[in-house]
């Protein structure tokens, strides 16, 4: 789904973590009081001029790549209300799911790793009123948003030793592999993070 941070400077690198982070989330929760799939295309619009505007042609590109994922999901939508003759609600469905994951690469692609986790860590001490482990959370996140990029990147590589031996494409092929390596890292993340005395409540 999501990209890695962007190598090149944009103009939201500079905006705090807090008010990106803020407006993301009501953005998105915003989109969702939309019906009307005419408005709904308009917002992604906007969203590409957005990106266009913050960082040129090259990362809307990039921005624009990130959709490819949820091109599966566009296709069941599609068909699914063309089936019950929901034309309208498709559209609308497929511009809300399209916009919301612009603008939640928007907001990591200008974003560091390591920002967000303290942002996390320092907002969600709600959790615990329910016993919680707030800084468990923000590493767990952490962690998952950072091994997007490399599971990616490993998926093509799995894709690509699979198509050298073998004329026939499919993903399903490398599922196993993949799978286990990701099993892997998370037993060696796992004993990197006990060998450091694990995710421990920290006392404020």
């Not at 960082?55 to 990130?66: A, I, N, V």
């Not at 799978?179 to 990197?192: G, K, P, R, T």
């Amino acid at each position: 789904m999501f990209a890695e941070v962007s190598l090149d400077n944009t103009k939201l690198d500079e905006v705090s973590i807090q008010k990106k982070m803020l407006i993301s989330c009501a953005a998105a929760a915003f989109l969702f009081f939309i019906k009307n799939p005419i408005l709904m295309f308009g917002i992604f619009l906007a969203l590409l001029l957005i990106y266009f505007f913050v960082g040129g042609l090259k990362f809307l590109r990039l921005g624009l790549s990130s959709l490819k994922i949820t091109i599966p999901f566009i296709i069941i939508l599609a068909c699914w209300h063309l089936y019950l003759d929901h034309f309208d609600k498709g559209l609308t469905l497929i511009f809300r799911l399209t916009s919301a994951f612009l603008i939640a690469n928007l907001f990591l692609l200008t974003s560091k790793i390591h920002d967000i986790i303290l942002t996390i860590q320092k907002y969600s001490f709600f959790l615990k009123i329910f016993g919680i482990n707030s800084h468990a959370v923000s590493i767990t996140i952490g962690l998952f948003i950072r091994s997007i990029p490399i599971l990616k990147q490993r998926a093509k590589n799995l894709m690509l030793a699979q198509s050298a031996r073998s004329t026939k494409r499919s993903f399903w092929r490398i599922s196993i592999p993949l799978a286990l390596s990701i099993l892997d890292d998370a037993d060696h993340v796992s004993e990197a993070l006990r060998a450091r005395g694990g995710i421990k409540k920290r006392e404020n």
